[in-house]
């Protein structure tokens, strides 16, 4: 298994609701990083994981609660959202701590609507 | 801090016409580079990357890209564009050794018109 995996891969949701975004790998890489992108721009930063410990927090909002539960899977829970919170949140993986010798896989995002 | 620059917002070529997109970054030490294309309404997808030896690299679609170290340049080129290659394209570099995660280019955004 070559692939991240991202569920759901739409969300549409209001600003009082829970949801959660879910990301899986299974190659075995030993960081996990969650991305934000808005339309037309690069992927921001937002969370690092390296050995399912919280490594980087690039200053998120804490509406935004990232959890590791196993070296496999990395959550995004989702609460209180503002409608500029809408984007394209995008799950990677990486082989080492930073991605700097083998790269990061991507997954393929979940579309995040905020109403 | 790491950065990378990528010159060109948008380009505009016509179909058959050759690309080149530049990607300068400013950490001198060893890096790995990537560049990543993004279709509208899809999600990253690599196209290539370069980690060491031969620094010219190719990719899928035809894309390579060209390493030079003195330049601290990573730039992207296609002989032929189609107009299926309309796309944002994403510079990014990651250093070899460290605990600086991969930093993206705000990317150059290609419109290929027939």
């Known amino acids: 298994d070559t692939e991240v995996t991202q569920t759901p891969k739409h969300l549409v949701m209001g600003m009082t609701n829970k949801k959660s975004l879910k990301c899986e790998q299974h190659m075995g890489h030993r960081a996990m990083y969650w991305y934000k992108q808005k339309a037309k721009k690069p992927p921001e930063l937002m969370f690092v994981y390296s050995y399912e410990k919280l490594s980087i927090n690039e200053s998120v909002p804490s509406r935004f609660s990232p959890e590791c539960p196993n070296s496999s899977l990395l959550n995004l829970h989702l609460h209180a959202l503002q409608p500029e919170d809408s984007a394209l949140y995008l799950c990677?993986?990486?082989?080492?701590?930073?991605?700097?010798?083998?790269?990061?896989?991507f997954g393929s995002g979940t579309r995040l609507t905020v109403v | 801090a790491q950065s990378v620059s990528q010159h060109n917002h948008h380009v505009i070529l016509s179909e058959a016409a050759s690309l080149e997109l530049g990607c300068n970054y400013s950490y001198g030490g060893t890096v790995n580079l990537f560049w990543y294309v993004q279709y509208p309404g899809q999600h990253l997808q690599l196209l290539l990357k370069y980690f060491s030896g031969d620094p010219l690299v190719k990719g899928i679609k035809g894309f390579e890209a060209e390493f030079i170290k003195s330049k601290f340049s990573f730039n992207l080129r296609k002989p032929s564009v189609q107009w299926s290659d309309t796309a944002e394209y994403f510079c990014a570099v990651v250093r070899f050794s460290g605990n600086t995660p991969l930093v993206f280019g705000k990317g150059t955004r290609l419109s290929v018109i027939a």
């Open positions: 990677a993986s990486s082989q080492d701590l930073t991605g700097g010798a083998y790269g990061y896989t």
